[in-house]
């Protein structure tokens, strides 16, 4: 909302030594917050006088044009007192008038700097100014004309104007709907500026009562549309300019000056918060109803669009049909134009919910609906209208009609009983019942008190304040807010971080400790990306699930998978010139269930055990994953030597480092799954539980996200490693006999993964072992075509005692047989 | 090998005179001084030493010599062997030191090169940040509260006062999953896991709940389809806005820096009533001579959060006993309080995950 300053004051009187920011932070502390403060003068310096037009003399130019060598009187401003000599390019004025005239040295809006010079063979020493170029319209290109004693030449006309005004914009929030009007902003500042008072209700007024000669009218919901008031004036002339300070008002609100008329509710509306709306009434056709619109039914509004309506729109018809959106917008057919000489005035309270969801159904947000969705005082709509007849015969030179139409009455707020010690209660205030009784009764609530008990009906300006915490809420926004104290709460012993949490912080740290950097995504995906992963038809990662309203049709939906966009940031890096990139991602993923539609619960009492449930059911799975892609040098080439490009074996021990860093150990078995290499992909396995995979991109992946070639990647579910990180380890118990090493190379088929001679190595050898490590792969003429040899470090040693020579080739054997049983191994000689 | 000789010639043996015996030692004590390195020194033990050095073969004719004649000769050559012995000792020891140095300076290499061999890693600096703000939240014994992103529409909403036809429900920009009826959004705030909370826990309630929350703001400078919160809720016998207020201050000194406080101004959620903007007093100039401060942009205070006492309507659909507990709330952007406190004008470097940008601040804010 934004207003000048001095309209505010029209309504109430403010000491002369409150300054404008001391004002607003004032009213910033009691809930209308100063955004702004501006002056449409602003960009205005130098002089800029009065001046009086002395003589005029145009002078046909040879481009066609016609200019004016003017002389304008404008006193001592030009420290000569001579007439200054203007060239002028506009002809809207006359020698006698009262002109706004920049002087040499002025700055007008835009930095356009004025000096004499010369042109048209003149030296012009100034200009004679209109509203375009002092910024206050885009509209008038004429010269501004000074309404004849307004000033005396070679005065500042920047007061005259309105320029010097300040124009204040305050914030309002959905509660304080009071203050979209000057009759709510005044009333505020007289509660809440010291030395404020004298508060002037504008839409205090009386009025004429009730009769049956006005307009008829019939409302046929009154849920809908509480009170309609009508009134007529006649005998308007549609000619009549809007007067200065009307126009400057509504301008300075953000709001186009149209016509007298429109500019007249418009200004009332500010006035009281009130929406107005005005029709030709010569265009309207016997009684006028309100009523609910019927499915199919179609209205053209003011603005041009023809709109089909719902069952839920309230209307305004007449015997032609439906003439307006009640409260939101009129219709074309009955609109004020330049000819309307008789004005039907509509001063209607709408229920704010249907107003609410009217304008959400047809996208109109308008200063009237911003309004009425938001609750306008149901009691002012005679006064209102009262009001605006009064203007328009002011200023329109028109002829209120007899005849008051008034249907229905106002919806009176409902009185709300609390504890006098409530405010005191909820804010840590000390503030005791008749400070309580003051600040509502200051606020507008008329108030009884019954010992601790306080019963206080809102005033009808305030539909918001329905609850004893409505209340609270303005008895400390009175005291300040500034003045609550700081009391640190005592919680009671907490459990710090949860397993999980902790757990997080810990993968996250072993992650970025081996070289790994965390990046964060959007989780949104599309088909595309799916299809970039060569996911087949029926991959479970391409159920996912869409959003209704995406940001973009190319990401839909929420994501199953991590890796698109962390393929994609890896590639971006790459592009950026790190040709070394190991990022990681750990978020949830979505991944969807058939379930049917979550509940709109009650809200009036705890949900019960089974309807929460059946809320949580219907969301989907959103499983924890963490995500890794790494393209370029594992290590760098440098003075040392060669570097290392990064392989499947980065993606692997990655995630093993992580599951190593939560106790526990990932087995790997070969899987060919998308987007990974078909022959450079290992299924990671926790127990028998496949928790990810990891390994070499498949090169078409690679090709079509833009990364180098055998770039890596890893997705695991996190949360099932999480759920099995080793919470307590036991203390390792280490013999101190001494250690027997044996090493043993075994021949297999290619095709054997060094994974199951590990195991079946292990198992054969029985506990006397102590650990195993493949520390050789040779392929080669000397194992043959198709086979492979595997050297492995085997250690034994007993808990007990110094192993015997029997004790270690028995063992070894033992573990060379099972591998030769279960693999084919064959001992290498 | 000489053994002790009975049959001994009584004849005086050559080289027993005392002047071979110390023409032998002179000769050895000089080749010692001469010896150059360790190489040279272990062949003038060996030539001066050895078995077939002149005071080796010295030695062994003592036993020859008649039993009187043994001791003194015994004596001389004794001295002999120990000087030559202390002095091949003395000067193994200088050219050990020698060698060692030389070896040593043999080895040096250029400790300037570089040693860049393995990849820095990081964390994202909004996960650190989080993380130190629920640190700040634990230490003073709350808890910290999670919930999933995509969330029923009951729980962010209606659940927090906010109907459907509730005008601040268009404040908030929501994504909606299909089908719309099922009523399933993107949250919008992380305020439903203070929800959650509540429907599954009983009071005393101190949790924090940091998270990723949604709107369907297009993405630029200052604008994010997914940014983060932090939300804090406290339900408890007695609670007031003054341990609103101080809770907030002491999350802003902890983060920001001692002294640092905070400021109510009234305001509207209605998740709360009453409601209040906070803003945090600027780390920078301390609202002290604000006009040229970037930071605050001359207002001395910085808009951080939202925050008000829990409208009892909440407590009510959350199955809280609003006649008991009264209860408080807050929440702030962590994206934004990251961008203030490390000076950072445009979010999307953010989450377009340049690894220089994590990279650069390791593993700890
Ligand atoms: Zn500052």
Not at chain 1, 545 to 568: D, F, G, I, Q, V
Not at chain 1, 706 to 715: C, D, F, I, M, N
Not at chain 1, 780 to 797: C, H, I, T, Y
């Amino acid at each position: 909302m934004k207003t000048p300053l001095s309209w505010i004051k029209d309504y109430v009187d403010v000491p002369a030594d409150v300054t404008t920011a001391e004002l607003t932070e004032r009213l910033t502390m009691t809930g209308l917050k100063l955004e702004s403060i501006h002056s449409p003068g602003a960009d205005i310096t130098g002089p800029l006088v009065v001046g009086r037009v002395l003589t005029m003399d145009p002078e046909p130019q040879k481009n066609g044009k016609t200019i004016n060598w003017c002389t304008v009187d404008v006193g001592d401003a030009n420290g000569t007192g001579e007439p200054q000599g203007i060239v002028c390019g506009a002809h809207n004025f006359a020698p006698g008038d009262l002109v706004a005239v920049v002087l040499p040295g002025g700055v007008l809006p835009g930095g356009f700097a004025i000096s004499a010079r010369k042109t048209y063979g003149h030296v012009s020493a100034g200009m004679i100014c209109s509203a375009r170029e002092l910024g206050l319209g885009e509209d008038h290109d004429g010269i501004i004309v000074l309404p004849e004693g307004s000033g005396e030449p070679g005065q500042d006309v920047r007061p005259l104007l309105g320029l010097d005004e300040e124009i204040i914009e305050l914030e309002v929030n959905p509660d304080r709907a009071y203050g979209l009007s000057l009759r709510g902003i005044a009333r505020d500042v007289e509660v809440s500026v010291a030395g404020a008072s004298g508060f002037r209700d504008p839409a205090l007024r009386e009025t004429p009562p009730a009769d049956d000669a006005g307009w008829p009218v019939e409302v046929e919901d009154p849920e809908g549309c509480p009170v309609f008031v009508a009134r007529t004036v006649s005998g308007f002339d549609p000619t009549a300019p809007t007067p200065d300070f009307i126009a400057q008002r509504i301008q300075a609100a953000g709001m186009r000056p149209i016509s007298l008329a429109v500019d007249v509710t418009n200004y009332v509306m500010l006035e009281t918060g009130r929406p107005i709306h005005g029709y030709d009434a010569d265009k309207v056709q016997g009684t006028v109803r309100v009523r609910r619109a019927r499915d199919g039914e179609t209205l053209t509004t003011l603005d041009g669009t023809r709109r089909q309506l719902s069952a839920e729109d309230l209307v305004v018809t007449d015997d032609s049909g439906i003439i307006g959106l009640g409260g939101v917008m009129g219709g074309e057919t009955t609109e004020m134009s330049a000819t309307t000489t008789r004005v039907l005035v509509e001063s209607a309270h709408w229920d704010a919910t249907s107003m609410f969801r009217t304008g959400k159904r047809h996208k109109i947000s308008s200063e009237a609906g911003k309004r009425n969705e938001r609750g306008v005082d149901p009691t002012i709509c005679e006064a209102a209208a009262d009001r605006v007849v009064e203007l328009l015969t002011t200023y329109g030179g028109a002829t209120a009609d007899p005849g008051h139409t008034v249907v229905g009455t106002p919806p009176t707020a409902a009185p709300i009983t609390m504890a006098a010690s409530l405010p005191a209660r909820i804010s840590g205030l000390d503030v005791d019942a008749d400070q309580v009784v003051a600040d509502l009764e200051a606020v507008g609530c008329t108030v009884e008190r019954d010992g601790d008990r306080l019963t206080a009906t809102p005033p009808p300006w305030r539909p918001d304040v329905r609850d004893p915490h409505d209340l609270v809420e303005e008895v400390v926004r009175l005291r300040g807010y500034d003045r609550i104290p700081s009391v640190l709460p005592k919680a009671p012993g907490g459990r710090g971080l949860t397993r999980a949490q902790a757990l997080r912080r810990r993968v996250g740290r072993t992650l970025a400790g081996a070289g790994w950097v965390e990046v964060v995504d959007f989780p949104f995906v599309g088909d595309a990306d799916l299809d970039a992963l060569g996911l087949p038809a029926d991959d479970p990662r391409r159920s996912v699930l869409r959003l209704s309203n995406p940001l973009s049709a190319e990401a839909p939906a929420m994501t199953t998978t991590l890796l698109p966009a962390l393929l994609r940031t890896a590639a971006r890096n790459v592009g950026h010139g790190t040709t070394s990139v190991a990022i990681f991602e750990t978020a949830s993923v979505t991944l969807p269930r058939s379930t049917g539609p979550a509940p709109i619960l009650p809200v009036d009492r705890r949900p019960t055990d089974a309807e929460l449930a059946a809320l949580v059911e219907a969301l989907p799975d959103q499983p924890l994953h963490l995500g890794l892609v790494a393209t370029g040098d594992a290590v760098p080439a440098g003075w040392w030597g060669a570097g290392r490009p990064v392989d499947w074996s980065d993606a692997v021990g990655a995630v093993r480092a992580v599951a190593d860093a939560l106790g526990l150990a990932l087995t790997t078995r070969p899987a060919a799954l998308a987007p990974w290499h078909p022959g450079r992909c290992a299924e990671l396995l926790l127990g028998d539980v496949v928790v990810g995979h990891a390994g070499e991109l498949h090169p078409r992946v690679c090709t079509t996200f833009g990364l180098p070639a055998r770039s890596v990647a890893a997705e695991v579910d996190l949360e099932v490693l999480l759920e099995h990180a080793v919470h307590l380890r036991p203390a390792p118990a280490f013999s101190t006999y001494p250690v027997a090493k044996e090493d043993v190379a075994l021949v297999v088929d290619a095709s054997v993964p060094a994974g199951d001679v590990e195991a079946a190595l292990r198992e054969g050898a029985g506990e006397l072992l102590e650990s195993l490590r493949l520390f050789d792969v040779y392929t080669g003429d000397q194992v043959g075509e198709g086979r492979k040899s595997l050297a492995f470090n085997l250690r034994f040693r007993a808990p007990d005692r110094t192993l015997t020579e029997d004790d270690i080739v028995g063992a070894r054997e033992a573990a060379v047989a099972l591998a030769a049983e279960l693999t084919g191994a064959q001992q290498r000689s | 090998m000489s053994g002790p000789n009975t049959d001994y010639d009584p004849v005086e043996v050559t080289p027993l005179k005392p002047e071979e015996v110390e023409s032998a030692r002179d000769a050895a004590l000089a080749a010692i001084a001469a010896a150059s390195d360790l190489a040279e020194l272990k062949q003038v033990r060996i030539d001066h030493t050895g078995d077939r050095s002149p005071l080796a073969l010295a030695n062994r004719e003592i036993g020859a010599l008649p039993p009187q004649a043994r001791k003194e000769a015994g004596q001389r050559i004794g001295q002999a062997r120990g000087a030559v012995a202390k002095a091949l000792g003395e000067r193994q020891a200088v050219l050990e030191v020698e060698h060692e140095e030389r070896i040593l300076v043999e080895e040096t290499v250029d400790v300037t090169l570089p040693t860049d061999r393995a990849r820095p890693g990081g964390r994202h600096p909004i996960t650190l940040q989080s993380e130190l703000i629920a640190d700040i939240f634990v230490a003073m014994g709350w808890e910290i509260a999670e919930g999933p992103v995509v969330e029923a529409e009951w729980l962010n909403f209606d659940a927090l006062n906010l109907g459907p036809d509730h005008p601040a429900r268009t404040l908030q920009d929501t994504f909606w999953t299909e089908p719309v009826d099922h009523h399933v959004v993107l949250r919008t705030q992380t305020s439903p896991v203070q929800a959650r909370t509540m429907l599954t826990r009983t009071p005393p309630i101190y949790v924090a709940c940091p998270g990723r929350v949604f709107r369907t703001d297009e993405y630029d400078a200052t604008h994010s389809p997914m940014f983060h919160q932090v939300e804090g809720l406290v339900v408890d016998e007695g609670i007031t806005m003054a341990h609103l207020k101080g809770s907030l201050d002491h999350l802003a000194g902890q983060l920001f820096g001692a002294g640092i406080d905070t400021r109510f101004r009234p305001s509207y959620f209605p998740f709360t009533e009453p409601s209040a903007e906070v803003d945090v007093r600027c780390f920078v100039c301390r609202g002290v001579d604000s006009a040229e401060c970037r930071t605050c942009r001359g207002e001395g205070w910085i808009e951080w959060g939202g925050c008000g006492v829990v409208n009892p309507r909440v407590l009510t659909a959350c199955g809280v006993d609003s006649e008991r507990y009264t209860g408080f709330a807050f929440g702030m952007g962590i994206d934004r309080s990251f961008m203030f406190r490390h000076d950072l004008e445009d979010l999307r470097p953010l989450f377009e995950g340049d690894v220089r940008f994590s990279a650069a601040f390791g593993t700890e804010i």
